[in-house]
């Protein structure tokens, strides 16, 4: 059986205040797997220790997930050189995968935030771009998107927050929001 192509790739943004931009990229993931499409995912500012990264474990080969972050929180301003170099690292990553010729969908995980802490510059970011491949979806997800991003996008989805249980007094539940 041959493995599908896509006809055409496009760049695609989630962004905004609310939760779900990472959820509905990993949705993307799982019916792009689903249909014979090879994902990578590349997270950026995460440590691996959340439940999608055990999830994309049981759909490999066909989903890839790879973290590059440190444990803990940055604060803008207050980055480590770790998270400048692991940002680069993951940029890079992405980039060799995306070249490489075997990866459908890249998806760009919180890659929108380590604009926004300064890790990387847009200028990186809006290189990376440039050397997209034209079938391969590529997918960039988190908060605080660059107006530069959005304008280079064919698809942008924000989702802005409503109402959260946060509000209630609930707190970050495992297999929900992490």
């Known amino acids: 059986m041959t ?26 993931a799982v019916r792009a797997a689903g249909n014979g499409f090879k994902v990578l995912i590349v997270q950026f500012m995460k440590t691996g220790n959340y439940g999608e990264n055990k999830a994309f474990a049981r759909l490999a080969p ?10 803990g ?3 803008r301003g ?5 998270d400048y170099t692991l940002a680069r690292k993951a940029l890079a990553f992405a980039e060799e995968a995306m070249l490489g ?8 995980d919180e890659v929108n935030n380590a604009l926004f802490f300064q890790l990387l510059t847009i200028e990186e ?8 491949p034209p079938h391969l979806e590529l997918v960039l997800t988190g908060r605080n998107a660059p107006q530069e991003i959005i304008d280079r996008a064919h698809l942008v989805t924000e989702m802005r927050e409503i109402k959260h249980p946060y ?3 609930v707190n970050a539940r495992r297999g929900i929001e992490f």
């Not at 006809?7 to 959820?23: D, F, H, M």
């Open 73 to 75: 929180f940055i604060h």
């Open 125 to 132: 970011v809006l290189a990376f771009l440039d050397r997209k």
């Open 78 to 82: 207050g980055a480590k050189p770790e």
């Open 101 to 108: 010729g075997d990866v459908d969908i890249l998806i760009l």
């Open 167 to 169: 509000q209630l007094g």
């Open 3 to 28: 493995k599908p192509k896509l006809e055409q790739g496009l760049i695609q943004v989630y962004t905004g205040n609310a939760k779900g931009k990472s959820t509905a990229a990993f949705g993307l």
């Open 62 to 71: 066909e989903v890839e997930i790879h973290a590059f972050g440190r444990p």
